[in-house]
């Protein structure tokens, strides 16, 4: 008797989730941090499930929608429909109206990276935002009078 493998089923397109600036928040040790921000977006890729992605980060549903319609939260919103597969708007990362942010927090923030292997989330980390930093040195000169 011959024994045939299971077919093989289709596999999910890779999730590429877009980098995004850390919504702002003000530091509580039980709230929402850059790293639980990195980590629910990651989960929520990998499980496509608010609920799961906040319980992974030890953090509730509800609050994860408060966040995503907090001031500043366009990148965070833009990652989070891209990580469940949903058309989203790009958001452009080099203005203050897009983002909803300052260009002083955009560069000491910096941007936030989600790598992703197989469909299932590896880690996040932040990396400089050199185009925010150009931009923060420039209004720093012109503030000193330096730019002409």
């Known amino acids: ?42 989960y929520l890729a990998q499980t496509r499930s608010v ?33 469940l597969g949903k058309p989203h708007v790009p958001v452009d990362l080099t203005s203050d109206k897009t983002t909803g942010l300052d260009v002083g927090y955009r560069y000491r923030a910096g941007l936030v990276r989600i790598e992703m292997r197989g469909g299932k989330y590896v880690r996040g980390h932040r990396e400089p935002d050199h185009n925010a930093h150009l931009r923060y040195l420039a209004r720093l000169d012109r503030a000193a009078g330096l730019a002409g």
């Open 51 to 83: 609920a799961a992605a906040a319980r992974a980060d030890s953090m509730g549903r509800e609050s994860a929608y408060r966040l995503r319609k907090r001031a500043g939260a366009a990148g965070f919103a833009a990652a989070w429909d891209a990580a």
């Open 1 to 42: 008797m011959k024994h045939y493998p299971p077919p093989a089923r289709p596999s999910a397109p890779p999730v590429r989730i877009p980098r995004f600036h850390p919504v702002p928040l003000v530091r509580r040790a039980d709230g929402w941090t850059v790293e639980r921000q990195v980590h629910f977006i990651g």
